[in-house]
């Protein structure tokens, strides 16, 4: 992905720690650190067992550059350029305006999972994507990115190195985008295609979500296979355009469809927040900054009421009721299930 103004996306990430591939893909504008709340709660995407959430996890893409993405015409695939999560950048105490690379902690989770991603989107209309406005600031760039589906762990904790060609898209056009450091930060992109077999996500339409939320988070944590991870919610109502929770996210979750988790609705855009990583002095390694879930300085999300006019109302309701066996109904919610419907 081209990148003709690196300063601005440099100072984005400055005042906080970043993950390797945060600054490996610094020059891209593609990552802003983010943190963990209270227990982690991500999972993969194979895990949840939802019906519904799982549809969530479906309208969810995963932005690559184009450069990572090679199609097969013979075999119809597309492959992707991935490399071992296995290292993060963090500040050390003989360089702490700096940042160096260093081994993840042995218990770091996912450690050794591939990765590749440098932001994340969720599917709003049949041919449009809403994601960050810092990880597609131009049209020059939009053209330089890849929206791939189904980038997920399979059963042995590994991304298959490829994916079927029909679920890669390109930019059409970069329909909107903003980018504002202590506020909104959002972009909309036209694909070349409609989308198939993929539903658009519901967005709120109207009035904004209280303090208390419940949320869920998906999206692509340092660039990883889909995660969910539920047991958050709005710590700080309307700021100015953005709200904050206590999401657990990283750089690369850019990006991610931060949804109601007890109307289904998506409330925001997953856009920044505080360290990733931090230096363990005494092992010599860098492990995940954690935080309780009403410390640190959480997590912002821009209001879906930013985007609102450029994405049509045309998608049928999606219900939170899931019929199960016998004919009972699964009610999705936080009250009952502690970290998320899932």
Request: proline share 8%.
């Amino acid at each position: 992905m081209l990148n003709p103004n690196p300063l601005r996306s440099a100072l984005l990430l400055a005042p906080v720690l970043v993950s390797l591939a945060a600054a490996a893909s610094c020059a891209d504008g593609g990552f802003t650190p983010m943190g963990i709340y209270g227990p982690d709660d991500r999972q993969e995407s194979s895990a949840v067992k939802s019906p519904v959430v799982r549809s969530w996890v479906d309208s969810t893409v995963a932005l690559f550059q184009a450069g990572s993405v090679k199609d097969d015409p013979e075999k119809k695939t597309s492959a992707l350029t991935l490399k071992p999560f296995e290292k993060a950048v963090v500040r050390m105490p003989d360089n702490p305006f700096g940042g160096t690379p260093v081994d993840l902690c042995p218990e770091e989770p996912y450690k050794g999972q591939s990765k590749g991603a440098f932001c994340s989107g969720s599917l709003v209309a049949a041919d449009l994507v809403m994601t960050a406005g810092h990880c597609i600031e131009t049209e020059e760039e939009c053209q330089g990115v890849k929206f791939v589906f189904g980038f997920a762990a399979g059963k042995d904790g590994q991304p298959a190195g490829s994916v079927p060609t029909d679920e890669v898209y390109s930019c059409s056009k970069l329909v909107v985008q903003e980018l504002d450091g202590k506020g909104p930060d959002f972009a909309i992109v036209r694909l070349d295609r409609q989308v198939k077999n993929h539903t658009p996500l519901r967005v709120r339409r109207s009035g904004a979500p209280p303090a208390g939320t419940p949320l869920t988070v998906i999206g692509h944590p340092v660039g990883l296979p889909t995660k969910v991870a539920g047991g958050a919610s709005i710590r700080k109502d309307d700021e100015g355009g953005f709200f904050a929770g206590n999401l657990d996210t990283y750089g690369g979750n850019s990006g991610s469809a931060v949804i109601n988790s007890a109307t289904g609705e998506v409330e925001g855009i997953l856009v920044r927040g505080g360290a990733d990583f931090e230096y363990d002095e005494t092992r010599k390694c860098a492990r995940s900054v954690r935080k309780m879930n009403d410390t640190g300085r959480g997590e912002d999300v821009t209001l879906v009421a930013n985007v609102l006019e450029h994405i049509p109302d045309n998608h049928k309701p999606r219900g939170l009721d899931a019929p199960m066996a016998g004919g009972a109904l699964e009610t999705l919610s936080v009250a009952s299930a502690g970290s998320g419907p899932f």
